[in-house]
């Protein structure tokens, strides 16, 4: 399938802005990840992106291909700073990803780097993923809650999370056993989400909030973790006691899309 790609995409930007784990550039420039129960190929030209996938709603509802960016951010482009992260990260888009995996994939981000979080959620995946055959390599799907709610910290100790093997056990039982319901958090609101979040183990504001975000399109959510701390306080001169005024005032419903512009240009240039 091929889509008519505009300037408001690119695949390096979105991949590598810290929201997703699983895609992967292959030597040709493509990328290619799981979504699901697939495998995902991507590549892109100056104009168009390739998929391997001829599914067009699965790939316009992941990428979210319907949304206008150039309208958001020019509602956005209201200073300097922001207008040098959005002209950085122009082709940032924030991908509607699966809550289970989100909720998962952030509990083992805490205190972790981005190769190793990758190498964790991929372990996971391949021994209690379902395989995946694809242009002749094997791919595994992101486990089920019900798989992982059945094993034990011992089973996890093969995927090496370290002291978050008890964490993505416990979202997996509580979801899995209804205690936490997540398809019920995309009718809530962002507190009441953070709320329901927080009941899991090794879930505070932080990984809420990347969950609320990344996948239940809470756009006004906008997650704080030490880099986006260090950013306000030296792009915007804020200190941490007024980051949520000065957020929510300068920001409003697009918190998200800012915070995802800023910690992409951030991270190269702080």
Known sequence: MIIEKNNDISLLHTFDCGQCFRWNLEDNGSYTGVVGDKVIN???NDNQIITSDD???????????NRDYSKLKNKLNKDIV?????????????????????????????NNNIPRIKK??????????????????????????????????????????????????????KVAT????LNSIFKMSP????????????VGDKVADC???FAFQKYGVFPKDVWIKRILNNLYSVEEKAFDDFVNKKFGDLGGFAQQYLFYYGREFL
């Open 42 to 44: 991507l590549i892109e």
């Open 55 to 65: 599914n067009e709603n699965l790939i316009n509802e992941y990428l979210d291909l």
């Open 82 to 110: 922001l207008k040098k992260a959005i002209a950085h990260g122009s082709g940032i888009r924030i991908l509607k990803q699966d809550p289970f995996e989100t909720l998962v994939s952030f509990i083992i981000s805490a």
């Open 120 to 173: 964790i959620i991929e372990s996971l995946s391949c021994n209690f993923g379902n395989k995946i055959e694809y242009n002749g390599n094997i791919y595994y799907s992101f486990p089920t809650p019900q798989v992982i709610s059945r094993l034990t910290e011992i089973d996890l100790a093969p995927i090496k999370s370290g002291y978050r093997a008890g964490y993505i056990i416990d979202a997996a039982h």
């Open 178 to 181: 209804g205690m936490v319901d």
């Open 191 to 202: 507190d009441e989400g953070r709320y329901a979040l927080k009941q899991i183990k090794g």
């Open 211 to 213: 969950v609320l975000l």
